[in-house]
């Protein structure tokens, strides 16, 4: 699963050259879910990136410790919970790696996955409001997983869903067909994700220094 990110300054015309920004990228070098971060929505066709809550909280949910901050990509249209959203409220969530536990003898290794070329990862995810009020509510979401690819199965058996920078309207806009959107949700190929071990000061979210995602070892990636 995906229960960390790293959020670096980043280039978001790279990613977006028409982005609206209406509230500066949220960044951090350990992302935990139930927190704020940065995503982009669609909006009457402009492209805006705004921040919301990491946990899908859907107005009937009554324990916010319940809320998923991942979806399975195939169960989005097979589970009530994450079915309306997929199909009328897609987002992308800008980060700059996802943080993975490699499983060792004694301790669980974490490692960064990141792309190859260490540029900017536009992640899968749907999102909700909660009306706390008539003139308030919440925006929050929950990025979608879907199997690694072979050189990363190693370290996890999920990872968010990639989308290209030339797909994101596509995955973006309301009107495109569920069977269109769903195709954008594939493993990664494997000469775009590359990952590296870290620090195990990552495993404690309040640890949010840069060094948690500074490399300790080589990069484990497959060139093209």
Not at 30 to 57: K, M, Y
């Amino acid at each position: 699963m995906a229960g960390r990110l790293h959020i670096a300054p980043l280039d978001l015309a790279q990613l977006m050259p028409d982005l609206t920004v209406d509230a500066p990228l949220v960044t951090s070098p350990n992302l935990a879910p139930r927190r704020t971060l940065s995503a982009i929505r669609l909006e009457a066709g402009v492209a805006h990136l705004g921040r919301l809550f990491w946990g899908l909280t859907p107005p009937w949910l009554e324990v916010l410790d319940h809320a998923p901050h991942c979806a399975r990509a195939e169960s989005l249209e097979a589970r009530p919970m994450f079915r309306e959203a997929f199909l009328a409220r897609r987002c992308l969530v800008p980060a700059s790696g996802v943080y993975a536990w490699k499983a060792q003898a004694r301790f669980k290794q974490p490692f960064l996955v990141t792309r190859a070329d260490r540029g900017p990862l536009l992640l899968a995810a749907i999102w909700c409001r909660f009306h706390t009020s008539l003139a308030e509510h919440t925006d929050s979401l929950a990025l979608v997983t879907v199997a690694t690819s072979p050189l990363l199965a190693p370290l996890t058996d999920r990872l968010p869903a990639v989308i290209e920078p030339d797909a994101a309207r596509r995955w973006l806009d309301p009107r495109t067909p569920p069977d269109t959107a769903r195709a954008l949700l594939v493993t990664a190929r494997e000469e775009l994700l590359g990952a590296f071990p870290v620090s195990r000061r990552v495993n404690n979210p309040a640890n949010q220094e840069a060094a948690c995602a500074h490399p300790i070892g080589p990069m484990l990636c497959r060139r093209a």
